[in-house]
């Protein structure tokens, strides 16, 4: 049964609901990029699919129409799938449980994809819809956006005539993001020796993090569970011998780690569990407003994979927890409150010789990048450990004459009656990536109201969604 179908406009939620049915994650987007493509061929477009699951959609102008500058709606189709604990359903393979409560849609358990299934959901309205006005429409539909806009970064654009973009991929409405930071993922490896230790097994947890967007939230000062870990794992060696069995945190590199945890081998088991406490109570002071559920436990009676590191790599993986640099590391000097340069530890992970810890990179200066990368390949050569580093993209600089952004604003202002919030933002958008493959790329971001992407919290507001859809449609009648 249909959960949005009595929700206007119609045609919107409904392929919104269509494409929540099927499983979308990154790296799992055959099914929707082929959903696309049956949607055009259903109706006649041009229509492009590449090796990467890329999408372009293209609609050719309506009466009087036909001699206006082409628009282009560009979203992406990949969502960040993440799980509530206890949430049992497989995001590979099944679709999301949708619901409504008020003026909000959720899906229960998960994330809600509304980053950035809406874009698509508007983009194939607006491609269905025979009643609006229009130029020719050329509709880009990414994939991989998530994990480093791999699908942007492959785009072949020969198809596309337009150098106005709408992008629709921003999380607040009212604003119009214009500048946004470029960015690289880090993947660093520390090797790691294992040798047998006599001591009592604990499994330590921190969890309860508040989490969220590691670009768009990572200003809010909120703590990252792996960061946390380092810590407690140091406070505990201080007090009691300690071997680290593994250690282990966050499922997304643009996402700020909710949990993590370790399995350690310890030579007092009481002293280790004080030292845990401790650093409890320090850390719910530290986050008290930012992470208000943060727990730390130590439990005995562990399970073990494989043997405990030996002193040597449990220091060296230790010391990388505590020693990497992790959240904002500048601000803007030109722009009040915007970052400008900042990295997250999204995953860390242990395997039997290794200990992986993959970083997002941002900046909206290329030197304070390359200052990060340098940091990370510094740390990991002396911990006799190794860094590379992919997905680099640009960021995408303020354009100061803009036509579009004109028309936009004026359109705003009628609708609204008050100025939109033109900004940059600190999080990563596929418009610089397009503006380098499309020379004179006037591009202007803009999206209804979504709170808490990329966390199971995730939920999206019906009337702004309402409301965004009446602006897109009429900046697209009066683009004649």
């Known amino acids: 049964m249909a959960i949005l179908d009595q929700l206007e406009p119609k045609n919107v939620f409904r392929f919104f609901e269509q494409m929540c049915a099927i499983p979308h994650g990154s790296y799992n987007t055959k099914a929707v990029s082929n959903w696309c493509v049956a949607f055009a061929k259903a109706r006649g477009l041009e229509h492009y699919q590449d090796e990467l699951n ?42 999301l449980d949708l619901a409504v409560e008020g003026d909000y849609i959720y899906a229960e358990g998960t994330t809600l994809g509304g980053d950035d299934g809406i874009a698509v959901a508007m983009a194939l309205a607006a491609l269905d819809d025979e009643s609006l006005p229009h130029p020719r429409l050329e509709v880009i539909l ?92 140091r406070a505990m060696a201080a007090e009691t011998e300690l071997r680290l069995v593994s250690a282990d945190g966050g499922l997304k590199d643009n996402a700020i780690p909710a949990a993590a945890e370790a399995v350690v081998a310890v030579a007092d088991g009481q002293r280790a ?10 850390f719910q002071t530290e986050y008290s407003c930012s992470d208000p559920a943060l727990t730390v436990t130590a439990e005995e009676g562990a399970a073990a994979a494989w043997l405990p590191m030996d002193a040597a790599s449990t220091e ?25 340069t900042s990295l997250n530890l999204g995953i860390l992970k242990t395997e039997e010789r290794a200990v992986t810890a993959s970083f997002c990179i941002r900046s909206s200066l290329d030197s304070e990048k390359e200052m990060l990368k340098d940091r990370l390949a510094c740390l990991l050569a002396q911990l006799g450990g190794g860094v590379s580093f992919s997905g680099e993209y640009p960021g995408w600089a303020y354009k100061a004459d803009s036509p579009l952004r004109e028309l936009m604003t004026e359109v705003y202002r009628e609708q609204y009656g008050q100025e939109p919030k ?35 919290r995730e939920k999206m507001s019906i009337s702004s969604v309402q409301r965004v859809w009446t602006f897109v449609g009429e900046v697209l009648r009066r683009s004649k």
Do not use: W
């Open 273 to 282: 569990r004080t030292a845990a406490e401790r650093m409890a109570a320090c």
């Open 316 to 340: 060296r993986a230790v010391c990388l927890l505590t020693c990497a640099p992790n959240g904002v590391q500048a601000m803007s000097q030109d722009i009040h409150g915007l970052v400008q």
């Open 54 to 95: 890329n999408v372009i959609l293209i609609k050719e102008a309506s009466a009087g129409y036909e001699a206006a500058e082409p628009v282009i709606l560009q979203g992406h189709l990949d969502m960040v799938c993440e799980k509530a604990p206890g949430c049992t359903k497989d995001m590979a393979r099944e679709g």
């Open 422 to 456: 033109v900004e940059a933002i600190h999080a990563g958008l596929e418009c610089g990536l397009l503006a380098g493959k499309l020379p004179g790329l006037d591009c202007v971001s803009i999206g209804p109201d979504l709170l808490e992407i990329h966390t199971p």
């Open 142 to 233: 990414t994939t991989e956006e998530e994990v480093g806009m791999d699908g942007a970064m492959a785009l072949d654009v020969a198809p596309i005539r337009g150098r106005k973009l709408l992008n629709l991929d921003s999380e607040a409405e009212g604003v119009f993001t214009v500048s946004c930071a470029g960015g690289s993922m880090a993947a660093c490896t520390l090797p790691v020796v294992r040798a047998p230790f006599g001591g009592a097994l604990l499994r330590i947890r921190v969890a309860g993090l508040t989490g969220g967007h590691s670009g768009a939230e990572i200003h809010k000062g909120r703590a990252n569970a792996s960061i946390l870990l380092g810590r407690l794992l």
